[in-house]
Nanobody, 128 residues
Framework: QVQLAESGGGLVQAGGSLRLSCAASGRAFSSYAVGWFRQAAGKEREFVAAISCSAGSTYYAGSVKGRFTISRDIATNTVYLQMNSLKPEDTAVYYC?????????????????????WGKGTLVTVSS
């Protein structure tokens, strides 16, 4: 069993930055890839970024590549999403998810189906 808790959301102006955190607890978390997903009002949940269990590889959605960076602190079981150059279309509830024994790219390709555990989400609002 893995528990995930997101934090760091808030209101920011377009062009600004935020860093989201996903704190994990539970057994064998180091064997899980972790991804960030987001869901805007009235839209389906979509993949944003993922990082492998060893933090050796990452994978990004095209819409955020070059602006967002995912990282992982294995010692503290925390995964971060640094979001720069934010746009109003980045407004959404951001969720972290964990999937066991999967690569970051596979998590991105398989999307929601790949994830075993989910956090409750944190709201990011980008004003224009």
């Amino acid at each position: 069993q893995v528990q995930l808790a997101e934090s760091g959301g808030g209101l920011v102006q377009a062009g600004g930055s935020l860093r989201l955190s996903c704190a994990a607890s539970g057994r064998a978390f180091s064997s899980y890839a972790v991804g960030w997903f987001r869901q805007a009002a009235g839209k389906e949940r979509e993949f944003v970024a993922a990082i492998s269990c060893s933090a050796g590889s990452t994978y990004y959605a095209g819409s955020v590549k070059g602006r967002f960076t995912i990282s992982r602190d294995i010692a503290t079981n925390t995964v971060y999403l640094q979001m720069n150059s934010l746009k109003p279309e980045d407004t959404a509830v951001y969720y972290c998810a964990a999937a066991q024994s999967i690569t970051a790219q596979a998590m991105g390709v398989k999307g929601l189906k790949a994830s075993d555990y989910w956090g409750k989400g944190t709201l990011v609002t980008v004003s224009s």
